[in-house]
């Protein structure tokens, strides 16, 4: 079984951000979750997804969008960066026949950044 490529709109997170040399996510969700093992999120920058998953198996169109906190904290080189975001999915019917109570689910991360010294010279 081959891993799903992302939608081809989507760049890696290598490709949105060359200048970013390594970067650390630790995080931890809370709210529904199916296992409690979930609860901790953990990425570098080779395996950062632009949306990060939200662990509510009931969740439908749901994650947590990293993307704009990134762009926030790269502009201004930041290297350390703290945010709680909430999952802006929904407990809809597994049908998709109406729009269910809001998924509750939030994620409190820490990102730790370096850059490449040169980028841009
Ligand atoms: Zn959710």
Redesign the pocket.
């Known amino acids: 079984m081959k891993p799903q490529p992302f939608l081809g709109t989507v760049p890696s997170f290598r490709e949105a951000y060359p200048e970013v040399k390594t970067l650390r996510l630790e995080g931890e969700q809370r709210g529904e979750l199916a296992r409690e093992s979930q609860s901790a999120v953990n990425y570098t920058e080779s395996d950062l997804p632009q949306i990060i998953p939200?662990a509510?198996p009931r969740?439908q169109q749901?994650?947590y969008d990293l993307f704009t906190s990134l762009s926030t904290v790269t502009q201004n080189r930041g290297t350390s960066y703290e945010r709680e975001l909430f999952?802006n999915?929904h407990e809809g019917s597994p049908q998709g026949r109406r729009r269910g109570d809001p998924?509750c689910?939030a994620l409190k991360f820490s990102l730790a950044l370096t850059y490449n010294e040169n980028s841009g010279a």
Do not use: D, V
């Open positions: 939200c509510n969740c749901g994650g999952c999915g998924c689910n």
